[in-house]
């Protein structure tokens, strides 16, 4: 018997590709060590920006922060900070030593952050920080994350929508 070798060779492209098949789901894997999780960041619409990102931190009940753990790589940084546990966290007010925030800094570039100036005042973004699971079953706090607009530029006149998401790992 005569082995085709084209057939022979499409069978073990076929076997290989199969192998190397990317899962579907778009949960954070584990690689050689802790699960990581992620924050995904886009500005007025654009591209999904996925980020790793570091374990939640608890600064005291009630009180909790998370940030990307990738900034040097990709050259920008995410934080966000949130008062309270599942639900919708409005950002704190202007002069506020505390409360919810959230922060984008692109280097050599712009700083997002959820306050905005106009000529007549600087007013608080809408949106906020809404936490949908605070890790109960899995581990893993999830949400989302509006400033709508958010101030960037001069002064933050100037004014952009920043939208995330994020799956990141309870550190405590």
Excluded at 22 to 31: I, M, T
Aim: glycine share 14%; with cysteine.
């Amino acid at each position: 018997m005569k082995l085709n070798p084209n057939l022979l060779l499409a069978s073990l492209l076929a076997v290989f590709l199969l192998s190397c098949s990317k899962e579907s789901d778009s949960k954070p894997r584990e690689e050689n060590g802790p699960i990581k999780g992620e924050i995904q960041i886009r500005v007025d619409g654009g591209a999904w920006q996925k980020r790793v990102a570091g374990p939640a931190v608890k600064f005291r009940e009630g009180y909790y922060a998370i940030a990307d753990l990738d900034s040097d790589e990709v050259g920008s940084s995410i934080l966000i900070r949130w008062m309270g546990g599942i639900g919708t966290h409005a950002y704190k007010a202007i002069g506020a030593a505390e409360g919810t925030h959230a922060h984008y800094l692109i280097d050599d570039g712009n700083n997002y952050v959820p306050y905005y100036v106009t000529e007549t005042g600087m007013y608080v973004s809408g949106g906020g920080v809404t936490i949908t699971t605070m890790g109960e079953k899995d581990g893993f706090i999830e949400g989302t994350f509006l400033m709508d607009p958010a101030g960037y530029g001069d002064a933050l006149m100037q004014q952009a929508k920043i939208e995330g998401k994020f799956r990141v790992k309870k550190g405590w």
